[in-house]
């Protein structure tokens, strides 16, 4: 459990959440403009493969990149 308290501490589930829908957008209006120009396969499939395999890393680094506790807050002022 303490495990997952650092995680959500560190916001990397929600930084996890926008890498995903980003990378869904990608691939949809890539699909889309694929389609519409009748371009090649590949260049997407690449494309797919390479966010899938970099969301570990993102998630990674969103780890790394943000300590514990100090999450973003307002300054009052």
């Known amino acids: ?3 997952l308290g650092e995680v959500k501490d560190r916001g990397v ?3 996890g959440t926008v890498y995903l829908g980003a990378s869904w957008l990608v691939v949809v209006v ?3 403009l694929f ?3 009748d371009l090649p ?3 997407l499939q690449l494309v797919t493969v390479l966010l899938l395999m ?3 890393l993102a998630l990674a ?3 790394y990149y ?3 506790g100090r999450s973003r807050r307002r300054c009052r002022r």
């Open 13 to 15: 589930v929600s930084f």
């Open 41 to 43: 396969r590949l260049p």
């Open 30 to 32: 890539g699909r889309t």
């Open 54 to 56: 970099g969301f570990p």
């Open 66 to 68: 943000r300590p514990a």
């Open 35 to 37: 389609d519409v120009f």
């Open 1 to 3: 459990m303490k495990f």
């Open 61 to 63: 680094a969103a780890w």
